[in-house]
């Protein structure tokens, strides 16, 4: 199978043969056609010459042409209009009346004798005052001419015939034949080679694309990007265009990697906890009492990695888009209450305050299980991360064109470089988020309120100051129209 840059030069080449040829073509009708109408003028004008030489001379009362009733032995043309017919350089034919030639140039004179009877019988056939185009063997072809001569007091005397070749018009001038078999090939193949040339270049900067992002595709080389400077804008532009998506995967590979050694660094834990606690409540020797509280810690392990599976379940299944969201209209204010009775109950026990200060009565479209679950995490969150003694406030505010749901602790903080990573999976900022904190959780619930925000038209954000507490907000869209107030049909 040809390469791309052999059939871009053939297909080039080609067209340029096409259209070459086309001119060729064309500007060689078109000369035909003017040299046929200077052939044919030229033609005419030695017809009406002669016509004119034999008439003027029958006029003058000279004997140029005997009359019908001479006998034919005697039907001459008189040595001086035989002289003057003579000069005529083309084929010239003077017959009487009766079709009788009288007249044979020098031309029709070297003829071949079957070749002049042949055209003698074309030219006795030839009407008056018109033209024909003959065509003899061995005998170029002819642009005939007939003219009528006549007398005032003779009549009719007869027919002047003159024949004009037509080679100059068929045959090829020599400056055309070095135009059309040297110049224009030459002119082709330069033009053939150049295309060869620059399509090279730009199958040098395709292989070289292709080696860059080959060696760049194997996993371990994202980091690098694609260079060529200079190769023209669409060049450039594919080359940023590829770098972007270079750039995605490295992202997506680096998520992925930090993913699954986060997740099984959750897992591993877990499993060793539960492992040992099922391997002491399996011993003889064990007490009844230390095997329950064996299995009593087996089964709370046993439900933290069911609750971290069930996590990482929801964000695979919302990232392949697999995971639906049942909207129908949701009071918010009567939720945001629940949850508030529910973050009074948990700030107790953590010696947190919860505080409700502002709320709005607003309805939106939304699935009311998953915003009841984006907002109690931001809340238990808040609580977990606030030190006993600080505060926890909620609010629901309208807008004109959204509804907001905030939350405001005076918790510990984030720093400001860790603020742009916190919706990341598995992300904790310090050691006070760490894993093997008291506080510590699996690092997924902001990535699936994220997640839950966004499957809602919305946008989760935060701000914080490292020691002066967190504000995550909520922000979701109002409705157009809710389906209840639609009008009857």
Excluded at 46 to 66: E, F, M, P
Excluded at 383 to 390: D, N
Excluded at 444 to 453: K, N
């Amino acid at each position: 199978m040809a390469s791309t840059r052999t059939n871009l030069t053939l297909a080039f080449t080609g067209a340029l043969i096409a259209v070459t040829a086309a001119l060729a073509l064309t500007l060689w009708t078109v000369r035909n056609a003017s040299l046929y109408r200077d052939v044919a003028r030229y033609a005419v004008t030695q017809a009406d010459v002669a016509a004119t030489l034999v008439q003027d001379a029958a006029s003058a009362q000279k004997a140029v042409i005997v009359g019908p009733n001479t006998p034919p032995e005697t039907q001459i043309v008189t040595p001086h209009l035989r002289t003057l017919l003579d000069a005529f350089p083309d084929y010239l034919v003077v017959v009487d009346q009766l079709g009788v030639a009288l007249y044979l140039s020098t031309m029709m004179r070297q003829l071949p004798e079957e070749v002049s009877d042949t055209l003698l019988a074309r030219i006795s056939g030839l009407p008056n005052d018109s033209a024909a185009v003959v065509s003899l063997p061995g005998v170029e072809e002819l642009l005939l001419v007939s003219r009528q001569v006549s007398d005032t007091t003779a009549g009719t005397l007869g027919r002047v015939i003159v024949g004009v070749t037509t080679s100059r018009i068929t045959t090829l001038p020599r400056e055309y034949r070095i135009v059309l078999f040297f110049i224009a090939p030459l002119i082709i193949l330069l033009a053939g080679w150049l295309a060869w040339t620059a399509t090279g270049l730009t199958a040098q900067r395709i292989s070289k694309i292709n080696h860059d992002v080959a060696a760049i595709t194997d996993g371990r080389s994202l980091h690098r990007r694609l260079s060529m400077d200079h190769a023209g804008q669409e060049f450039e532009e594919l080359v940023g265009t590829l770098n972007a998506m270079i750039a995605r995967l490295e992202t997506s590979f680096m998520g992925l990697r930090r993913f699954t050694a986060d997740a099984s660094h959750e897992l591993k834990t877990p499993l060793a906890v539960l492992r040992a606690d099922v391997e002491r409540a399996m011993t003889d020797h064990t007490p009844p009492s230390e095997q329950l509280v064996a299995l009593e810690e087996a089964l709370q392990e046993t439900t933290r990695m069911a609750d971290l599976v069930e996590s990482l379940l929801t964000l695979a299944r919302a990232d392949e888009g697999r995971f639906d969201i049942h909207k129908e209209p949701v009071a918010l204010k009567p939720l945001v209450q629940d949850i508030h009775e529910t973050a009074v109950i948990l700030g107790e026990g953590a010696g947190v305050t919860v505080n409700f200060p502002f709320t709005a009565d607003v309805t939106v479209m939304g699935d009311p299980t998953r915003l009841r679950q984006l907002f109690l995490n931001l809340v238990t969150n808040a609580i977990k991360y606030t030190p006993a003694g600080g505060k926890v406030e909620l609010g629901l505010g309208l807008h004109p064109d959204n509804v907001t749901f905030a939350v405001r602790d005076t918790g510990i903080g984030i720093a400001a470089a860790d603020v742009p990573h916190i919706f990341e999976r598995f992300w904790r900022a310090d050691r006070a988020r760490s894993r093997m904190s008291e506080r510590g959780g699996f690092g997924l619930g902001l990535a699936i309120s994220q997640w839950i925000a966004q499957a809602h038209g919305g946008t989760l954000t935060a701000s914080s100051r490292l020691g002066r507490g967190s504000l995550f907000t909520v922000t979701l869209p109002l409705p157009a129209r809710l389906p209840e107030e639609s009008p009857a049909e």
